[in-house]
């Protein structure tokens, strides 16, 4: 239990809603425990009457009435309980998981590319809902539990104590074996998941490989162990029928064997004179408002060990410090960036890695000027820009933004000041306007379009029926390659940044767009730094400078016109583009 | 996802008949259950009528043997009825478990047979889901759904016989709260569902929002969206707990309201009693009995209510089961098939065409892949194909395994159209290593002869020895039994290749279609491979889509592809001194690896 100690700053927040729920609490069990006793008064009244054949009505009015009317206030109470309680666990879920996507927000880049998605739903989703769980049911229910408990034993020790410990004896087991089959049951469940995924994963492999199977005829023997993996499947469900199907007869049983003694000896005493028939009718009424307490402590028992585990796996992740954020070293002076960058001797390593991904990189780039960055796969050319943005910081020499060590600018002040374009174009499934604006907090119409225009998204997007206002990914409207990368520009453009960063942010472009959109961008790049990543020549040709990276490091640097006359990977690249264009004419 | 949280109407007939089919096997089953299920309903109701006598008979005539007698048979009574109860609870879920594995297998087996164009159409994630979770949900309706049904019916008509025999003017007093708690509950469970809805949309925006932005984390730190995110995710997670607590509210009303109703049942018993007690006509043991039965009404009513959901989901899953089931994109199968035992390995390809999207449109042609393709390969003999990107290479190797059908033209091996050939007699014939190694989980050994029990161990490892996969696999712990992981994440691009090629030998096929992949590996890994490729090529009619110099340099023919036609074929010098694409795809693609090599 001991993990659910971290929840209490949210439990302190909602004190006075939780007090007030754990008195409701005692307020109906107070008014429902008196029941039983009108009723026996009531019967023992109906007896006198038959016996005396006298008119009685009157006073049993009085009974039924008080019964009726303890009923509304025990009903009110019951009411406001849920009420505050469980409102309050719901409550406490919001702000636990706004918490989390808050902390998950500061966390770097790496975390997330060694973390996988599906886990951190997991944890956003059952997590969660479990810890809110034993907030809510796991405050209600045994503070429930604990009054009825009190109170009826309560009641019933003063109608008859000798008695009450004789019905109690099956008591304790129904408790016991609530607690028992709900762990066993947790247990069959997961083994039961298991083999479901099992299933799954065959599923999986066998539809995904389907041409594998069908081209060496294996279509039969697949089918065979689908089926065995489909029959231990429901083998294992039978088993967790076993063990549920046998909960409930067992538990009617054990009460059962409560309600035979009860009766038996109350009417061995009622037939001795020494209880009255009254009596007795109240004490198996409050017998049966023993049978959901007892219940509930063995089933409250697991849905505090089931939120407990959560929030341990919760837990891992909030006590996860951010890799990358502003220091004590951070100069809160600086306001804005002019978009001079150095490389100096840089190398990058990442975590656990035996090699370096960037070695000695020293690279010069004044502001407004644009550098092209080429390279095979693998050579480096994503990390190298990914270093401006910090989602990865530098771990050895130094870089520098206007000369200034870019971990001392305050990172929302460097951030701001790039538009980055990353190579797996990445768009909210949210209208075109609001992806292209997606950077900006205040702009006009007209920029909008102008960044769209310089993309050349904007013919594209007035051909939608909505337009703009084209929710992407909706109703089957599904942007192609270009026409994602193209919005992706637009969005980094509108940011009117520094710093403007293209990471093979083309590719998917057909050479006539991307044609217009270099002569658009051309003049958008007037006065601001850009770096282009690019497989292409057409689209690199025309920068002030163009570096070849390989394995990690620049090999090759120069203009266009000079590395083609270097004769080196630049120049071989160029001559392999001639040929490709050539073939595609023939 | 959004397609698999739509709820449709509860109740379908056509759907219905349909599925109650798949009970027809275990109808006896369900019998049994049912005559279980009313077994159980009644000792149920039972229950207060022992109290009834035990108080009446028993303790009011001071009769003490004869309390201990009523209590016995009531303890035996419950004991018994425990039994059943277990028994049918059981059972139920038996049914409903063979069901839904006679379903499942259906559902795949189905599967299997659709061709290759229905794959190319159809995601598979949805396919998962409707082998897994689709046939998941009919197990409620099929267990629980059918036989509790009865099992709630019978129960209330109990209650309703021993009330109405014991006292029929106090029955109708007490069940004179019965509609109030009907609407009542009914009304909730609308309410209920509704508000459940609403939940469950929330939770589908909570989570998009999440893997969304979990996804695209980068994108919102360095644009520095996290505030202006965070505010929209609190709006939505908002949303979610205002629905939740719309849905505490029903939760609270009813309840309580559930309980006030039951006391004012109690309430009017009591006054009914003492209003007749002159006429002595109600005992006390038929005022107990009436309060033990007042509270088993709501139960079965409110389990009833229940169904309803049940019934629901299971509509919209069967629905979209059954419209698989009903997909008939399969091979055109002539009825009359030519057998094909034995294999010499010519291959022709007389005049052939092929679109993806044959019928696309009346107006115009169809957009053919292929065209007017024409070659033939004596036995024994290698093939190389060569070509851009999108030139047709892969579409080509695609037909002659009769992965799709061509829409003219004709494909033959040793004289016979393969359209005249069961697909799996053919492929039998045709050893395919594709591109991209499919490995799947399980062991070494078996992703060798894919679980094929005809290829003993020996040789899968002279296979493995064979392409000089043995080297790397004897390394392995465990050797050929090691464990290869959800597609062959743990190996390395050389070493799935290598295995690929072994599985290809293991089968010793006639026929080799090979399309190399063109990722590259470590010079010696290189090696290993071209050399096993030359072993493959051996004494076998082999295609192969070529990207390596080595493989062209020995074929006896290359098929030069452009633009889905045969442009130029011939040997290497050939097709070098045409100086047409040929050259030009040389210079691109293979000279690197003459100037590598030398």
Known sequence: MRPLLRLKPYLLRYKKTLLFGLLTVIGSNVFTVVQPMFLGKAVDELKHGIESHTFVSGDLLLWAGLIVGFSIIAGICTFLTRQTIIVASRHIEFDLRNDLLSHLQKLSYSYFQNTPTGDLMAHATNDISAVRNAVGPGIMYPSDTVMTLSFVLMMMFMADWQLTLLVLIPMPFVSYVVYRLGKLVNKIFTDRQEQFSLLTTHAQETLSGVRIIKAYVREEYESERFRKLSWEYLKKNLVLAQVQSIMWPLMFVLVGISLVIAIYFGGLKVIDGRMTIGTLTAFTAYLSMLIWPMIAFGWVTNILQQGAASMNRLATIFDKEPEIKDTGTTDHSIDHIDGGIEFRSVSFTHKNAAQPTLKNINLMIEPGTTVAIVGYTGSGKSTLVNLLPRLYDITGGELLIDGKDIRNIPLDVLRSSIGFVPQETFLFSETIAENIRYGVDEFKEEDLHSAAETSQIAKDVLEFPKQFNTTIGERGITLSGGQKQRTSIARAIMRQPKILILDDALSAVDTFTEEKILQHLREFMKGRTSIIISHRISTVKDADLIVVLQNGAIIERGTHDDLVSFGGIYADLHQKQLLEQQLEEM | ?598
């Open chain 2, 1 to 598: 996802m959004a397609e698999e949280e739509i709820l449709g109407k509860a109740y379908d007939a056509r759907l219905m008949r349909r599925l109650i089919k798949y009970l027809k096997p275990y109808r006896w089953h369900v019998a049994l259950g049912i005559v279980l299920s009313l077994l159980v309903s009644a000792m149920e109701a039972v229950r207060p009528y022992f109290t009834k006598i035990a108080v009446d008979t028993n303790i009011v005539q001071g009769d003490a043997h004869g309390l201990l007698v009523t209590m016995l048979m009531f303890l035996a009574v419950m004991i018994v009825r425990g039994f059943i109860q277990y028994a049918n609870a059981y059972l139920t879920q038996w049914i409903g478990q063979r069901t839904i594995f006679d379903l499942r297998m259906e559902v795949y087996h189905h599967l299997q047979k659709l061709s290759l164009t229905f794959y190319d159409r159809n995601p598979i994630g949805r396919l998962i889901t409707r082998v897994t979770n689709d046939v998941e949900v009919l197990n409620e309706m099929f267990s629980s759904g059918i036989v509790m049904v009865f099992s709630d019916v019978f129960t209330i008509a109990g209650i309703f016989y021993f009330m109405f025999t014991m006292n029929w003017k106090l029955a109708l007093v007490t069940l004179s709260v019965l509609p109030f708690l009907f609407y009542g509950t009914f009304l909730f469970r609308k309410k209920a569902r509704e508000t459940y809805r609403d939940v469950r949309i929330q939770i589908a925006r909570i989570n998009t929002f999440m893997q969304e932005h979990i996804t695209g984390m980068l994108i919102d730190q360095i644009f520095n969206r996290e505030k202006k995110s965070y505010s929209k995710f609190s709006d939505i997670n908002a949303s979610h707990r205002d629905a939740n607590i719309r849905s505490i509210f029903y939760y609270a009303v009813f309840y309580p309201s559930v309980d006030l109703i039951g006391a004012v049942a109690v309430g009017l018993i009591i006054w009914y009693a003492g209003h007749n007690a002159l006429e002595g006509v109600v005992t006390i043991g038929t005022v107990m009995a009436f309060v033990q039965f007042n509270e088993m009404f709501w139960r079965p009513i409110r389990d009833l209510s229940e169904k309803y959901n049940i019934l629901q989901t299971a509509m919209a899953s069967s629905e979209r089961l059954f419209q698989l089931l009903d997909d008939k994109t399969i091979l055109n199968i002539p009825p009359t098939l030519l057998p094909l035992k034995q294999v010499r390995g010519d291959i022709e390809f007389r005049n052939v065409y092929f679109s993806y999207t044959p019928q696309a449109d009346h107006e115009h042609a169809p957009a053919w892949i292929l065209k007017n393709i024409s070659f033939s390969i004596q036995q024994g003999q290698t093939v190389a194909i060569v070509g851009h990107t999108g030139a047709g290479k892969t579409t080509m190797i695609n037909l002659l395994s009769r992965f799709y059908d061509i829409q003219q033209g004709e494909i033959l091996i040793d004289g016979i159209n393969i359209q005249q050939v069961d697909p799996k007699d053919l492929r039998k014939h045709i050893a395919v290593v594709l591109q991209d190694v499919f490995l799947f989980s399980g062991n070494i050994q078996n992703n060798i002869d894919l679980g094929n029990d005809a290829i003993p161990l020996e040789r899968v490892k002279a296979a493995a020895r064979l392409v000089g996969a043995n080297r790397f696999i004897d390394a392995l712990p465990n050797a050929y039994a090691a464990e290869v992981k959800e597609r062959g994440a743990t190996l390395s691009v050389g070493q799935k290749q290598l295995l690929s090629f072994a599985r290809a030998l293991a089968f010793n096929p006639r026929i080799l279609v090979l399309d190399e992949a063109t990722s590259s590996v470590d010079t010696e890994t290189e090696q290993l491979i071209q050399h096993a490729i030359k072993k493959m090529l051996q004494g076998r009619t082999s295609i192969v889509i070529a990207h390596r110099l080595s493989t062209i340099q020995s074929a006896d023919k290359i098929i030069v592809l452009h633009k889905g036609e045969i442009r130029e074929m011939g040997n290497h010098q050939e097709l070098l001194a045409l100086n047409g694409i040929y050259r030009k795809l040389y210079e691109l693609q293979y000279k690197d690896q003459e100037i590598k090599s030398n």
